[in-house]
Every structure is written in C-alpha cells, then in structure tokens.
C-alpha cells in the first residue's frame, strides 16, 4: 500500500503537508476528512489516528500522528532537498528553534483571531465584542514582530538563503488571519516581501490551490457543521476566548 494522507485544507498543518508533498513530489493518495462534518470523530478514521485529528499519515501499516513529526518522515524518508531541514547543524537548530516556538506564538494567536472573526459569529450568532476582538489582534501583532525581529531579521528566509520547513510551517499559520479578512501583510513590507518568496520557492500555483478552501471560508454556513460538531465547538470557542 502506498503513503496516504489525511487532510482537510482548511487547517494550516494540513495545508503545509499539502504543498510540501506536492512542491517534492512525494507520491501519495489524499484522503479528504472534512472537519465540518465531524468525520474526524469517525470510528474509521480512530483507526489511522486515535487523537481525531487532522493530519495524520499511513504508510503501509504504520500511522503517524502531529503534522512536524509527519513533516520530518517525509523529509527523512523521501530524501528531500537538504535546505527544507538543513544537515548543518547551526541551519537545523534555526529550523527547530522556530518549529518548537510557533505553536503557543504564531499558531495560538494566529488561530484565536481567526476563531474570533470568523467561527465564532458563525456558530454562536454573535460577533465577539470589539475590545475583546482588538486584544486578539494585538496579541497577534506582538507574535509578528517577534518573528520578523528575532527568526526573520534581514535574512530572505528563517534559516538564511533558502526555504526550509520553518518558513513554510509559518506561512500557512499567517495566512489563517489574512483569510479572516485581517491583512497582517499589509503595513509590514519585509514580511510581505517574505511571503513572496515562500510563494515563488513551492509555486505560485500550488499555494493558490492548497489555499483555495481557506480564502473562500467566509461562505461556510452553519448548516455546513454536524450538529453535534457545533455544541462541541460553540463551548471550546466561547472558552478560548473568554
């Protein structure tokens, strides 16, 4: 049996797999789990991954769950180009410094204003009061200037001249408020200029496409969501946001 993946590309860890299989490719089957309907909840897909949770990976028999960890198999088992997790050690260590600091930085805050501008007025009915929706955005504002004056700096990508999985483990975080209608872009020109380049290294094209779903996230309708889904959810957002 080939290498299948598990994805819905409306999550950024799903979408990063997604480009960096396609941009190498690394042959495999996409298996569509549709979040919204709760098909990760399945007991079909408990059998890949007993977390419930998208990505996940099966090659042959063996599964695999947490979408860096699935990165790396990749990386290791398909003998990707070295600049996507350098063999120098000081290039790896920029490569793993960002992966191990992103999750309670770009990715938290990043997926809390996209929670807050476009979930949670779709699931409960009520936009999130502005003071509230303005502290989310400021707290994404400071994990951004953290990542352009520490791991960016003037240097054209995370590790130094060329794209590793750093930078695209960091684009598709960035993109989930940018598709929220917050175009954190915009007023930061080396970030932007940043973003092109990731962009140009796996392809204009393919970006597009794995984004597509994403860019187009403010047609979901609630009707779109298991029922059972949507009490589970309206209770996490109204926690995570409170």
């Known amino acids: 049996m080939g290498l299948e993946l598990y994805l819905d590309l409306l999550s950024q860890p799903c979408r990063a797999l997604y480009i960096f299989a396609r941009s190498n490719n690394i042959p495999f089957e996409l298996k569509r789990v549709q979040l919204a309907k709760g098909q990760h909840k399945t007991e079909e897909f408990r059998k890949v991954n007993v977390l419930m949770k998208v990505p996940a990976l099966k090659d042959g028999s063996f599964t695999l769950a947490e979408s860096i960890a699935i990165l790396l198999y990749l990386v290791q088992k398909f003998k990707t180009p070295d600049h996507w997790y350098p063999s120098d050690l000081q290039k790896r260590a920029r490569v793993d410094e960002y992966l191990s600091w992103q999750h309670t930085n770009i990715r938290m805050k990043g997926s809390k204003l996209f929670l807050s501008k476009v979930l949670l007025p779709l699931i409960t009915g009520q936009p999130l009061p502005p003071?509230?929706?303005?502290?989310?955005?400021?707290?994404?504002?400071?994990?951004?200037?953290?990542?352009?004056?520490?791991?960016?700096?003037?240097?054209?990508?995370?590790a130094g001249s060329e794209i590793s999985l750093a930078d695209l483990v960091a684009v598709v975080e960035l993109m989930q408020p940018v598709c929220a209608g917050y175009d954190l872009f915009e007023e930061r020109p080396k970030l932007k200029e940043w973003r092109r380049r990731v962009e140009e290294a796996v392809g204009k094209q393919l970006f597009q496409e794995a984004h597509e779903d994403i860019m187009n996230v403010k047609n979901l309708t609630a009707d779109q969501f298991s029922p059972e889904l949507m009490d589970s959810l309206k209770q996490q957002l109204l926690k995570q946001i409170s």
């Open 131 to 158: 003071e509230k929706l303005e502290f989310a955005t400021e707290e994404l504002n400071v994990a951004l200037k953290q990542f352009e004056e520490k791991f960016l700096q003037d240097k054209p990508f995370i």
